[in-house]
């Protein structure tokens, strides 16, 4: 399960809708408590996938902005828990690519829909141990 | 010995610790050091032989890559981060579990 505040889910869907017609992307920073990744706060990056057009449907955060992001969670006493990124006029469905280039177990890799520069509904998911398929993960969003 | 620092989704399977010191005049050999010790992290690190693709290795702030790769040296004050690049995006056609 992936929990995050309501603030929290309104700025991802306001960085997806200003990345549009582009995919947005960033980190979640938080803490697991067992089976729960508890999101506290974000590590917003630029899509650095290098060809512009393809930005519409493809986004890569560099070791670069990686590495950055945990240098600021072990400042503020968290780690990296998952991945956010937008899917620009298309379900928020993890896809052969973000299965092809997914990374670990564990991670929740949420993604928010934005249609016609409106962003509407998130869901997350996790790669599953055997590495063969994303399990989707329920999402409760509190005040 | 080196300390590498355990990505969190990797913890589990490195006794839920977050760094760990191992071995290991090189980056590579420290890598190979923690899979000895750590079997279940292999798979998550290599594909093979190599490092999987995605995988990076900081050398304290700077990318082994940019050094001297597997062979950069070491010594006991380093920390070696695991560090991932992540892509994906959109497909045509959505394939889950």
């Avoid at chain 1, 560099?62 to 379900?91: C, K």
């Avoid at chain 1, 962003?119 to 141990?129: H, K, M, T, V």
């Avoid at chain 2, 610790?17 to 690190?45: F, M, W």
């Avoid at chain 2, 920390?79 to 045509?92: C, D, E, K, N, V």
């Amino acid at each position: 399960m992936l929990r995050l505040s309501e603030a929290l889910q309104a700025q991802i869907n306001a960085q997806g809708a200003a990345a549009y017609p582009y995919e947005g992307c960033g980190l979640l920073l938080g803490h697991t408590n067992g089976e729960e990744n508890v999101v506290t706060g974000l590590f917003p990056v630029e899509n650095q996938w290098e060809v512009e057009e393809e930005k519409r449907e493809r986004f890569q955060i560099t070791p670069e902005d990686m590495f950055a992001a945990e240098v600021a969670a072990m400042n503020q006493g968290v780690d990296i828990i998952g991945i956010y990124h937008s899917h620009p006029d298309h379900d928020p469905v993890a896809s052969p690519r973000d299965l092809a280039w997914a990374t670990w177990p564990g991670y929740s890799y949420l993604i928010t829909e934005v249609r016609d520069g409106q962003p509407g509904e998130s869901r997350s998911w996790q790669l599953q141990r055997d590495r063969s398929g994303f399990e989707e993960e329920k999402i409760e969003i509190r005040d | 010995m080196a300390t590498i620092r355990i990505p969190t989704p990797l913890r589990p399977y490195a006794g839920n610790k977050s760094s760990v010191n191992v071995k290991g005049n090189t980056a590579g050999a420290a890598l190979e050091a923690l899979a000895q010790d750590y079997p279940d992290l292999r798979q998550h690190l290599f594909d093979g032989k190599q490092l999987r693709s995605f995988v990076n290795v900081y050398l304290n702030e700077e990318d082994i890559r940019y050094l001297n790769g597997a062979e950069t040296a070491i010594g006991e004050q380093d920390t070696l981060m695991i560090i991932p690049s992540i892509a994906g995006g959109r497909g045509a056609r959505e394939v889950v579990s």
